[in-house]
Structures are given as C-alpha cells and as structure tokens.
C-alpha cells in the first residue's frame, strides 16, 4: 500500500518536479522487481477514480521474485512475511493479472540461480500480454546484474532506454 500511495503521489505531482506525469515508468531489482510487477498488476482506477489506468507506461523487472509461495515456511523469513499459502498466492505478480497493456519488460543475469530463472520465466509465461522482451544479461549474478542499469553499453541500460523509447 505504501508503493500504491507512493505512485498516486509521484502522478499528481509529477509536474511540480518537471515530470510529465504522462511518462511515468517503474523498475525494480529483487523484491523491487515484485513491487514493480504489482504496480503493472494495480487497478489504479480502483485505488482511486481519478487515477488513469495506465498510471506507468512501462515496468523494468530485474531478477525477481513473483511467486512468493517458495517463501512460505522458511523459518528465517517467516516472523516478517507473515505468508500462508493463501496470503502468497494473492500478493504474487505471476498469479495476478497485469492491469494494462503497458510493456513490462524483464532481466535476470545468467548466473543467477534456477529459482530465479524460473521466476523469471513464470512471469514471462503468465504474462504474455504484457512481457515485451527479456532482457539477458549472460555472465551476471543475482548481485552484479543491477549494476548494469548504470552501464550505457549494457543490454540493461539499452533495453532500459527502449522500454521509454528514448532510443529513437
């Protein structure tokens, strides 16, 4: 709720900051990457009427996690997610429905773990309408692939670009 309340903010006063509240994108990396997917899957209008539909014009995902059913029950995570079955299923991007028809595009580096591979390709599956591209980062772990956003040769950084279409 806090991102939800983050982003009608950021819209309604984009302009105040030079921003054109037209041109809003999000991007994420790791549980970033989950909070950028749910902000792909809100129902702003429903948030709030006066809320455009496609309050973002575009989500980076990096290396995330979008079904959060493998966390339930790890001892160590368990006191702070607070997650049953139930509870993981509903607050996790792959099972929701993207909201627009927004581009979403994904990265995951190719040392990363199977787990996050196959998050990855979850997401890129159940989201069909909207996954316009994967991003490869070969060579890249879990730890180094968010870096790459920072890099101007990076195929992050251009797909990054493309997905705001500022590579025109």
Same mark, same amino acid.
């Given at each position: ?7 009608a /903010? =950021?819209?309604r006063? *984009?302009?105040?900051?030079?921003? +054109?509240? %037209?041109? @809003?994108?999000?991007?994420? /990396? ?9 902000? &792909? *899957? #809100?129902? /702003? $209008?429903?948030? +709030?009427?006066?809320?455009?539909? %496609? !309050?973002?014009?575009?989500? =980076? ?5 979008? %079904? !959060?059913? $493998? =966390?339930?029950?790890? +001892? ?6 607070? =997650?049953d079955?139930?509870? #993981? ?9 993207? #909201?627009?028809? *927004? ?19 979850? !997401?890129?599956?159940? /989201? ?7 991003? #490869? &980062? $070969? ?12 890099? $101007? ?6 797909? *990054?670009?493309?997905? &705001?279409? @500022? +590579?025109?």
């Amino acid at each position: 709720h806090q991102i939800l309340r983050a982003s009608a /903010w =950021l819209y309604r006063h *984009a302009e105040e900051y030079g921003m +054109d509240e %037209d041109r @809003l994108f999000v991007s994420g /990396w790791s549980a970033g990457a989950h909070l950028t997917a749910m902000m &792909m *899957a #809100a129902l /702003w $209008p429903v948030y +709030d009427p006066q809320l455009p539909k %496609d !309050l973002f014009k575009g989500g =980076l995902a990096v290396s995330g996690i979008y %079904d !959060l059913r $493998p =966390l339930v029950g790890i +001892d160590f995570l368990s006191a702070d997610l607070r =997650l049953d079955e139930e509870s #993981a299923l509903r607050v996790s991007p792959a099972f929701l429905p993207p #909201a627009t028809r *927004a581009p979403v595009f994904t990265c995951i580096g190719g040392s990363e773990s199977p787990e996050f591979k196959r998050q990855n390709a979850l !997401l890129a599956q159940r /989201w069909k309408s909207a996954v316009s591209g994967d991003i #490869a &980062m $070969p060579g890249h772990n879990h730890f180094s692939v968010i870096s790459e956003l920072a890099n $101007p040769a990076s195929a992050l950084f251009t797909g *990054a670009k493309r997905m &705001m279409k @500022l +590579d025109r």
